[in-house]
């Protein structure tokens, strides 16, 4: 009886997480074909948290949450909350906040992007990616763009 109850305790376990296997093949599927799984696979040498850095970094344009970010990386949200607090310095929401702010700056500083362009880009509304932006740099979108033109006039 014991047996068979360990069988069926394995069996039960062993196609739970084939099914856990598979569901994350299907849905971590990338622009290049590749799993997140097998992306981080590759990064095995970094820290989760540097792990979610990178994650970060190249999805920027989609919708990021600590909950998404710490299941990549096979952490429990509030520890992944903590960790990335601590290694950091910011949290998850600043963090990425910020990288989105710096990704806008570079691309709106071309010139060659939509103001629109660049709030999808960074993964956000546009009238949110404005209020986020007038927030962190002091002026709108389109301020920015027209010094940045200007300055690059001047040069």
Same mark, same amino acid.
């Given at each position: 009886?014991?047996?068979?109850?360990?069988?069926? #305790?394995?069996?039960?376990?062993?196609?739970?997480?084939?099914?856990?296997?598979?569901?994350?093949?299907?849905?971590?599927?990338?622009? /290049?074909?590749? +799993?997140?799984?097998?992306? #981080?696979?590759?990064?095995?040498?970094?820290?989760?948290?540097?792990?979610?850095?990178?994650y970060? /970094?190249?999805?920027?344009?989609?919708?990021? *949450?600590?909950?998404?970010?710490?299941?990549?990386?096979?952490?429990?949200?509030?520890?992944?909350?903590?960790?990335? +607090?601590?290694?950091?310095?910011?949290?998850?929401?600043?963090?990425? +906040?910020? /990288?989105?702010m710096?990704?806008?700056?570079?691309?709106?500083s *071309?010139?060659?992007?939509?103001?629109?362009?660049?709030?999808?880009? +960074?993964?956000? /509304?546009?009238?949110?990616?404005?209020?986020?932006?007038?927030?962190?740099?002091g002026? *709108?979108?389109?301020?920015?763009?027209?010094?940045?033109? #200007?300055?690059g006039?001047?040069?």
């Open positions: 009886e014991k047996a068979l109850g360990y069988r069926q #305790i394995a069996s039960s376990s062993f196609q739970s997480f084939l099914h856990l296997l598979l569901r994350e093949l299907k849905q971590e599927r990338s622009v /290049k074909g590749e +799993t997140e799984f097998a992306k #981080i696979s590759a990064a095995r040498d970094l820290s989760p948290i540097e792990q979610a850095r990178e970060i /970094k190249n999805h920027l344009n989609q919708p990021l *949450t600590a909950s998404r970010v710490a299941h990549v990386v096979y952490m429990s949200r509030n520890n992944f909350m903590q960790h990335f +607090t601590r290694e950091t310095g910011q949290t998850f929401h600043d963090y990425v +906040t910020e /990288k989105r710096q990704a806008a700056r570079r691309l709106l *071309t010139g060659h992007w939509s103001i629109e362009y660049v709030a999808r880009f +960074t993964g956000l /509304k546009p009238s949110q990616f404005r209020n986020q932006f007038k927030i962190r740099f002026i *709108t979108p389109s301020e920015f763009r027209r010094q940045s033109q #200007i300055k006039r001047n040069q």
